[in-house]
């Protein structure tokens, strides 16, 4: 269309005066065109892929694929730390000294609309990626201001893991739905001698990104928000008290073990794992490695419990995206639409547990037979609830995890932890 080159023309001569402005006038709606009109998807040859630890092990094997078929335009892995800020930290580092060391990042959900903001990763041509077959709330984790600036690649959900050998010798039949039943199963639970010395539940309360997706998840399971429809913090409410609340009460009375207040993902599996925890909330991943340990045969997954029913979890999973700063961009595509592809992510389901972004293997009957937890894991993933996307997002998790964390160790009543987190987010966000 005429208004499609005029159009680039603009923000070609704005760029440099107006930057940040550049999704406002960059491209057509599709997002066939790439950030400022000026990225050039060239170069061929090596390229690195970044990311978090993998715990899965199945990671190595699908870059080896690439490799072996692309001898010259080979992938090396980088591995950051589990930890998701340190991960975040390390991204950012990078890109602010413009290196391009860093080629294509695997991002967390949450973080698309910051390093998109501030032109870390490059916008990205829409039509190269079959949105149209990918989850809806997935496909919308990787945009910014309507243009698309991430390949999905996996989602996630949060699951509540339980022992379903204990609740059947206790007399349950079915996995609780509300945190009430969850204390109450419980009680029945440990009394049984199968289930010595063993604690209730845990989650992700160490002071880091996991909190964040925690303490989320409660404020969302017991009607209340972090940010309103307008993205404007809404924590200090009655119930956003009663999912704090039903955190750090549990710490109190010994629903939550004390040393759960250390716990990342990993920590929780390997607790779940030998036999110190009757329920767990973790992501999809460790369904598979869970059945290569003791409690193999004995656990099954069920939709997070809320105040009153089910809960809603945090919207997870990771997005791949290009730095703005890296080389061999075309081979850097290339790899994207492997790596993202339905095929990449049936292996990543199969092999890790990891949540595709592909609504068609939600459904595939053969697959539901085969992992049993597809149908809970779609419902958490259709019923998530995103964190906030906001460009500052490092300050707004910061104060989360801080004033989370002041709750359940008993340093601040939630009363006044969330009183004090509205102030700060509301800073944290103010335009």
């Known amino acids: 269309m005429k208004t499609t080159t005029a159009r680039a023309l603009r923000c070609s001569a704005a760029l440099a005066a107006a930057a940040l402005l550049l999704a406002a006038c960059g491209s057509s709606d599709d997002g066939s065109t790439a950030q400022s009109g000026a990225t050039s998807f060239t170069g061929r040859g ?10 899965t092990g199945a990671v190595q094997p699908v870059l080896d694929q690439w490799n072996k078929l692309h001898p010259k335009e080979k992938v090396t ?9 340190a991960q975040r930290q390390q991204m950012i580092q990078n890109a602010e000294t413009k290196s391009d060391a860093y080629t294509v990042l695997s991002l967390d959900v949450v973080w698309t609309s910051e390093f998109a903001a501030h032109q870390w990763i490059d916008r990205l041509p829409a039509q190269s990626f079959p949105l149209d077959r990918m989850l809806k709330p997935v496909v919308e984790t990787a945009k910014y201001r309507g243009g698309l600036y991430a390949a999905p690649s996996s989602s996630d959900g949060g699951l509540l893991y339980y022992r379903t050998d ?35 539940y845990a989650g992700q309360f160490q002071k880091y990104e996991g909190l964040t997706v925690n303490f989320s998840e409660a404020v969302n399971s017991a009607g209340g928000v972090v940010t309103d429809a307008n993205g404007r913090p809404d924590v200090d409410t009655p119930q956003a008290k009663k999912g ?18 250390t716990y990342q993902e990993e ?23 869970a059945g290569k340990s003791k409690v193999a045969g004995k656990y099954a997954v069920a939709p997070l419990p809320g105040l009153t029913g089910p809960g809603s979890s945090s919207l997870g999973g990771h997005n791949l995206a290009l730095s703005s700063f890296a080389r061999n961009k075309a081979t ?8 993202s592809s339905e095929t990449t992510a049936k292996t990543f389901l199969e092999k890790a547990s990891l ?8 459904d595939d009957p053969a697959l539901a037979r085969q992992y049993p937890y597809l149908p809970v894991l779609k419902q958490s993933i259709l019923r998530a609830v995103p964190r906030p996307r906001v460009v ?11 004033e989370a964390y002041a709750a359940l160790t008993g340093t601040k009543s939630s009363a006044q932890a969330l009183k004090d987190l509205q102030s700060k987010l509301q800073k944290s966000t103010a335009q």
């Open 392 to 402: 500052g997002y490092g300050d707004v998790t910061s104060a989360i995890q801080q």
């Open 166 to 200: 204990l609740l059947k010798q206790a007399g349950i039949s079915k996995a609780p739905t509300t945190w009430a039943e969850l204390k109450a199963d419980c009680v029945k639970v440990k009394k049984l001698p199968a289930a010595k010395g063993m604690s209730c």
């Open 355 to 362: 949540a595709p972004p592909y609504a068609a293997l939600y």
């Open 332 to 339: 850097a595509l290339d790899f994207m639409k492997f790596y």
């Open 267 to 289: 920590d929780g599996r390997q607790a779940f794992q030998a036999g110190k925890l009757v329920f767990l909330r973790n992501w999809p991943y460790m369904y598979a490695l």
């Open 77 to 85: 892995f980088i591995q950051l730390p589990t930890d998701a800020d």
């Open 244 to 261: 704090l609340d039903f955190l750090a009460g549990s710490f109190r009375d010994g629903t939550i073990p004390k040393e759960a207040i």
């Open 46 to 55: 090596p390229i690195t892929f970044v990311a978090g630890k993998d715990t």
